[in-house]
């Protein structure tokens, strides 16, 4: 069922050096404090400067239609799970028309999921047969498809790589979730750790420039504090196979060492309504993903889509705490995107068609978040997006001096009065527009 080239992994190990001297069994791992290379740097700049992006949550999951943890869920065995492969055929899939719909709503990097917790490969790779070419009668490999369109279309790839595993029998010790999925015998995790790093290697290798291997899944192991993912080994080869790529970790803690970016999962940074959040915001550029509706993975039941209107306030909100969105779409199983989600793209994107540049290129603004809104700035200008006032006077506690007021979609000058310890913005009336932005020019 598994094909495994020994002599590759070994190969692999004599690379990479440093990930085999780090990780005997019963020694104390050496950490090593990592340095960001210049290339990283320029990358995390660049992350940040695009502040919008687009998650793929898609794989077999999508055929059962019920979110991407229907087999741990439901308890559905491995044995029977896997039989969806022989019948997976998005006759639909066409990456030109996902990467042209998703760059219509200005976002400017997607994040696909390789490889989620149900454990099957959604790319062509050596390591397992369980994967989208070997496996299924399409036969096709949608990553390497959507990577060159990617390219083409100018618009950076990231890739989603599931640590936990509910069917590989190596993924042990057992996490927390996937306990009935019917795994009876155990490999050993050693084979299992391996396997992810050929994996990775291949990721990094066959696929152009990724920006970003986004993990998911370390707190599968919470609860058993001694366990070792050999994060350092793995961090270490990402950055050697590729300097730029940018390494973050869905685990809700702050940042460990050789990560590039924060993430944050179903709330902004500082929030905590979902309760996944509460760690504190490092100095890592910050990301935070979010559900189009409310799931991730294509669920036929959830039409449950916010409003254009909740999704361009998070990514507003988003920006104004210095931070990217990252926003889902559940792919069908069909190949197609939801048709809901393609109008939300184009919705989105005929406001960023207008206000994209008060988003992109900015930093979360000297002023902090407030009940009216945010505000993002820009070398000598500041945006203040108000979201939500109903007054035809905003106060800001500003100091610096500002030389013009004005509408950012018309130019039209604002009136202000301002003084030693703030400005007062005039309106003619309350503002109503999705997000009234006025620029401030220092
Ligand atoms: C959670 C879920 C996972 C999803 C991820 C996206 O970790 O377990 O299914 O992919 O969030 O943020």
Redesign the pocket.
Known sequence: MKKRNWIKTIGLCAIGGLMCTHSIAGEPQKTQKYEPTAENLKSREAFSNDRFGI?L?WGLYSMLAQG??VMTNQDLKWDEYEKLASGFYPAKFNAHDWVAAIKASGAKYICF?TR??EGFSMFDTKWSDYNIVDATPFKRDVLKELADECQKQGIALHL?YSHLDWYRNDYYPLGRTGRGTGRTTHGEWKTYYEFMNNQIKELLTNYGPVRCIWF??WWDHDQDPDFDWQLPEQYAMIHELQPSCLIGN?HHQVPFEGEDIQIF?RDLPGENTAGLSGQSISHLPLET?QTMNGM?GYKIVDQNYKSTETLIHYLVNAAGKDANLLMNIGPQPNGELPATAVQRLKEIGDWMKIYGETIYGTRGGKITPRDWGVTTQKDNRMFVHILNLQDNGLYLPLTDKVKKAILFKDQTPVKFRQDKKGILLQFDSAPTDIDYVVELIF
Do not use: L, M, Q, V
């Open positions: 998650f949550h991407e943890w999921t989620h917790h989603y998911d899944g869905n999962e993903c991730w």
